[in-house]
């Protein structure tokens, strides 16, 4: 059955990630032929690329996004796009992010603690926590290609 999937953009070759380079993988846009692809990068978005890189803290607000530069919480204007981006496209069935990312990863981003210590390697990106509080079915790449793979 065709499905409308959020995708990160990173993942079909824009050039979106930190260092202004992509994800590309042509495996995967294989696998999702046929489908209605829909690409988001609140990265991208909120700061550009190429830009600085930011890791998730376990803080007493709970995950945020510390920039690596500015030692900032820089969660905020993630979390603002994440919103907007699933209020104007409500007709998402699927989100496939990029797998560990600190913005887009499903269940394998790493969060540290604030002495940058790692507490887990399996955690939810902003975004992606954005689409599960909306009951949106959320898969990291990387699970996927697996699955096709075995
Ligand atoms: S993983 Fe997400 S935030 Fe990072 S470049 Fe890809 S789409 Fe943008």
Not at 16 to 35: I, M, P, V, W
Not at 93 to 121: A, F, M, W
Request: with cysteine.
């Amino acid at each position: 059955m065709k499905k409308t999937i959020a995708i990160s953009a990173c993942l079909l070759g824009t050039p979106c990630r930190y260092d202004a380079s992509d994800n590309k993988n042509e495996a995967l846009l294989e696998t999702l032929q046929g489908h209605t692809l829909i690409p988001f990068c609140p990265e991208d978005h909120a700061f550009g690329s190429p830009r600085p890189t930011m890791d998730l803290i376990a803080t007493i607000q709970g995950h945020r996004a510390i920039s690596n530069e500015s030692m900032l919480d820089i969660s905020a204007p993630i979390e603002a796009y994440a919103k907007t981006f699933f209020d104007t496209h409500p007709q998402i069935d699927t989100v496939i992010g990029k797998d560990r990312s600190p913005s887009c990863g499903v269940c394998s981003s790493k969060l540290y603690n604030e002495h940058k210590q790692l507490l887990s390697s399996h955690e939810a990106g902003l975004m992606i926590k954005e689409a599960q509080r909306r009951n949106i079915t959320c898969i990291d790449a990387e699970h996927i290609l697996n699955l096709t793979n075995n």
